[in-house]
């Protein structure tokens, strides 16, 4: 999986007026798509990492 041949999808993200206006002042353009991205995947390894866990938890009561 290379990133540079993986096509650009555009997404609309609902968030509080807040929110929207810290998160354009603290991220200049063209940083914030990559802050969400790196967001994205620490959450979808951490998920896969739970995942995991959970199971392992699930074969070692098995052997007990």
Known sequence: MT???EQ???VV???PRSV???FR???PHGKRSQF???KLLEYKHE???KEM???LRKVNKERQ
């Open 3 to 5: 990133k540079e041949k």
């Open 8 to 10: 650009i999808e555009r």
């Open 13 to 15: 993200l609902k968030i």
């Open 20 to 22: 929207a206006k810290y």
């Open 25 to 27: 002042e603290t991220f």
């Open 36 to 38: 969400v991205v790196q």
């Open 47 to 49: 998920a896969k990492v």
């Open 53 to 55: 866990e959970e199971e």
